[in-house]
């Protein structure tokens, strides 16, 4: 038996989904005699619970932006639903594509004290991008690879060759309910327009909708006649399946499950999760503050190359193959 934290349990966020179907993915492949238990990230579970969880020989997390910083004293006040104490007692965890959740000063030492015990010492940890790694070697954390988000893992260059070099006729795009900049959305949705002949957006986020509708009310001409399509992975995965379709959006997550499916994306990078993947991996992304430079991207001609971290990938898988 095998724990695994899961971070798509209860969460407000599909993307959390598109990384747990990673996750579980490459665990099922590594381990395929084992039976998985899991418990979610984002509730503080009971105490017989989580001795259940504990119990367990191995742990794992799946991925997300589930460290920080600090680090409180009772569960509930955690990312990770996890209280200060139960770092001393519980089974030593094993990051999986785990990442930090925004930019941010030095730990302080709950936090530094938290991760070096509910961390294993045992296994080497794997964050998504060299940002989280840095800062969990802070903490003194050290057993630590930079692998990349487990969602990147099988976009391998055979994979995306097969992704289209020039536009297609129709985009979807996302918005962030959290980073809400009405006047660079709205020049994004104005470019998607001029460049596509037909638009869907599809909300991620648990305020993505209301967001959308804010819009609508407040620039019509810009944002109506937009196909809205229905709120779950399984609406998305079938858009992406059975279109010619690009992805132009600010969710990080559903342009990774586009480039899964092959598809042309550019990512809106709005915070530090796209940027350092960006930056470590060459993940497709055009800042917010250079929006002036999407039309041209579109219209371009190029390959997406991701610079996967082959080899630490094949670290991490091995040590479970001992």
């Not at 932006?65 to 996890?82: D, G, P, S, T």
Request: proline share 4%; net charge positive; aromatic share 12%.
């Amino acid at each position: 038996m095998i724990t695994v934290y899961d971070t798509a349990c209860g969460s407000l966020n599909m993307g959390d989904e598109i990384i747990m179907d990673a996750v579980m993915l490459h665990l099922e492949s590594i381990f395929t005699h084992e039976q998985f238990c899991r418990y979610p990230t984002h509730y503080a579970l009971a105490s017989k619970t989580l001795k259940k969880a504990w119990k367990n020989p191995l742990a794992f997390v799946g991925g997300t932006n589930l460290l920080r910083n600090y680090w409180r004293f009772r569960a509930r006040k955690n990312q990770w639903a996890i209280g200060f104490f139960d770092g001393f007692q519980m089974q030593p965890a094993i990051l999986m594509g785990a990442g930090w959740n925004s930019y941010a000063k030095s730990p302080e030492w709950k936090a530094r004290v938290f991760y070096r015990n509910a961390l294993s010492k045992e296994y080497i940890h794997s964050v998504r991008d060299n940002y989280s790694l840095e800062k969990l070697k802070a903490c003194g954390v050290n057993n630590v690879i930079n692998t990349g988000c487990p969602t990147l893992w099988q976009l391998t260059p055979e994979h995306l060759a097969q992704v289209p070099s020039v536009k297609a006729h129709q985009v979807v795009f996302t918005l962030t309910d959290y980073s809400r900049d009405i006047e660079k959305d709205s020049q994004l949705v104005e470019c998607l327009k001029k460049n596509y002949q037909k638009l869907y957006f599809w909300a991620q986020g648990s305020e993505d909708n209301q967001y959308f509708d804010e819009l609508i009310q407040l620039k019509p001409q810009i944002f109506e006649n937009i196909e809205r399509i229905p709120t779950n992975l399984k609406s998305y995965n079938q858009l992406l399946i059975n279109n010619e379709i690009d992805f132009i959006g600010t969710r990080l997550h559903a342009g990774i499950r586009a480039l899964q499916f092959r598809k042309r994306v550019i990512i809106i990078g709005i915070d530090n999760r796209a940027l350092e993947m960006h930056k470590d991996f060459n993940l497709p992304v055009v800042e917010r503050h250079d929006l002036n430079k999407l039309d041209h991207l579109i219209n371009s001609q190029w390959q997406p190359v991701i610079n996967l971290p082959v080899q630490a990938i094949k670290d991490w898988k091995a040590q479970f193959k001992l």
